[in-house]
């Protein structure tokens, strides 16, 4: 780290409301892959294939393993294309096939089930996650390729998280109720990935648009972002801020996943109404589109580091509420996840916003290279938390079924089902505070930008 490069210093570049809006509607159909298949697929695996929890689990995890190599591998490929053509756009077309392989996701063949069933699954999900990779890393290499400071990324990610976020509800409101509420078939959920695929591909190219309008209306930072090839990734590596804040996020990442994938046994196991998944999402992921700008407010006055160890704060309380379960009552459950959703809103605006300074602090590293290992960060971390949630299934001995056979599950299940929807998302979020508070770039980022 040599210190902030001195284009950080355009504080009075603001960017226009019309291309910000183009850029983030890009986020609403990669809302659909981040949260749909963290919801879902393990709940679909265990309760409507009849795989095995640790076999379901191991399907979600192995995938991920590919994609600590291929998403830096991603981001030296964008920075190269940024150099030779002076854009991303090719890489992001690519990436606009993504809907394809969402959809044959979960139109899993009449006749699999078991171990076949989970193959289908995991060969899916590993063309997802590159075509995902392959939009994903040029799309979040934009703010360090823009000629604004640091504010203003805080305010191109603000308009990004708002967008998300509705990608999120949309998707965490509709799919359950696609797939046929609470009584989902095979079907059903072929009926969701087809649907929801459509809607995403129309919001990609959408984003792929909005980046093109935001690069000429700004301007990009130029040569200084030349890309490196594995020195640039080696740089990266070595970048003591930026492993902090990698650490910190990937905690961030596994526990939010992890929360996701035991909405639905939580709803149905813990408070007895399956039908729950859908407001329990809802109170996870709305808080977002109102207090993002509270987010962005607080970020101004204290700074993103300040604020973001507060969002961590604030979560692990509210899991600790959930560890109790139905003693507690519905409305403070539903509060909990509440203070959850407020958390989360924050915990996707501000590590984001902060990867830019980190890149344009270290000067001459190509910005995909570290985008790259950014997504595989979370990439990784949303492969951990439902195989971290798995393994709790697992260990309390729950039993998996086919879809509409009703099965009763031991105490020792229902036990692991709380406690890992409580207790192990607060103990994660203990972890990611402990490495952000090594993270010490934001004060000289935000004195100069």
Known sequence: MTGLDTRDRTPGTRLPRGPLLGFATGSLGMGVWVTVPGLLLLYFLTDVLAVAPWLAGLTLLAPKVADVLLHPWVGHRCDVQQARRGDRRPLLLVGCLLPVAFAALFAVPGGLTGAPAAGWVAVCFVAGNLLFAA???PYLATPADLRIGYHERTRLMAFRMVVLTAGILIAGLLAPLLTGGDTATRAGYQRMGLLLGVGTLAAML?????????????????????PGGWRALVAAL??????????????????????????????????????????????????????TPGWLAVARRVGKQRALLAAQGAFAAGSLVLAVGRPAGL??????VAVLGVSFAGMQLLPFA??????????ATGAGTYTGVWTATEATGAALGPYAYALCLAAGGFVASAGGEPVAQPGAALTAIRYGFGLLPAALMLAAVLAQRRYTLDRAARAAG
């Not at 935001?214 to 301007?219: E, Y």
């Not at 990698?246 to 109404?273: C, F, I, N, Q």
């Not at 902060?354 to 000067?363: F, N, Q, T």
């Open 206 to 226: 959408v984003g792929v648009a909005g980046i093109g309008r935001l690069r000429r209306a700004a301007g990009t930072a130029g040569d200084g972002h030349a």
């Open 238 to 291: 070595r970048d003591g801020q930026f492993r902090w804040l990698v650490a910190a996020y990937l905690a961030m990442s596994t526990t939010t996943h992890l929360v996701l994938a035991g909405v639905p046994y939580y709803a149905e196991y813990e408070l007895g109404r399956p039908a729950l998944t859908t407001v329990l999402v809802a109170a996870f992921v709305a808080p977002a589109l109102l207090v």
């Open 354 to 363: 902060m990867v830019p300074d980190v890149i344009r602090a270290a000067g």
């Open 331 to 336: 409305p403070a459950l539903v509060a909990a």
């Open 135 to 137: 939009y994903q890393v």
